[in-house]
């Protein structure tokens, strides 16, 4: 059976990203070239059906550099190395210089 303008087909619709009832909009001799989506009212090229591939996700420029630090360590090494031991309470030089400087502030 040929298809004619308005005929309904399925196709798949970007806007509704599925596979959805659509009418023949425009035809060059006997094959389907724009079709209408029934539920969105999208205009778009006849797909013949096909959903598209899926993109993969782009990485970020940390991302890549990540992957091939990794790449380039071999299997035994563990990712994350623990830090150095850091003190967090203040030497009583830092302490003292740190008084001196907050006494010359409030100075009226």
Same mark, same amino acid.
């Given at each position: 059976?040929?298809?004619?303008?308005?005929?309904?087909?399925?196709?798949?619709?970007?806007?509704?990203?599925?596979?959805?009832?659509?009418?023949?909009?425009?035809?060059?001799?006997?094959?389907?070239?724009?079709?209408?989506?029934?539920?969105?009212?999208?205009?778009?090229?006849?797909?013949?059906?096909?959903? !598209? @591939? *899926?993109?993969?996700?782009?990485? /970020?420029?940390?991302?890549?550099?990540?992957?091939?630090?990794?790449? #380039? +360590?071999?299997?035994?090494?563990?990712?994350?190395?623990? !830090? @150095? *031991?850091?003190?967090?309470?203040? /030497?009583?030089?830092?302490?003292?210089?740190?008084?001196?400087?907050? #006494? +010359?502030?409030?100075?009226?």
């Amino acid at each position: 059976m040929a298809v004619r303008l308005g005929d309904i087909i399925d196709d798949h619709c970007n806007r509704c990203h599925r596979l959805t009832d659509h009418s023949v909009v425009a035809m060059v001799g006997d094959d389907v070239k724009k079709v209408r989506c029934r539920t969105c009212n999208n205009e778009h090229d006849y797909r013949h059906g096909k959903v !598209p @591939e *899926k993109k993969k996700p782009k990485l /970020s420029a940390y991302e890549e550099v990540l992957a091939s630090i990794m790449a #380039s +360590k071999p299997a035994g090494t563990s990712a994350a190395t623990p !830090p @150095e *031991k850091v003190s967090r309470t203040p /030497s009583r030089s830092g302490l003292a210089a740190r008084t001196r400087s907050s #006494s +010359k502030r409030r100075t009226h």
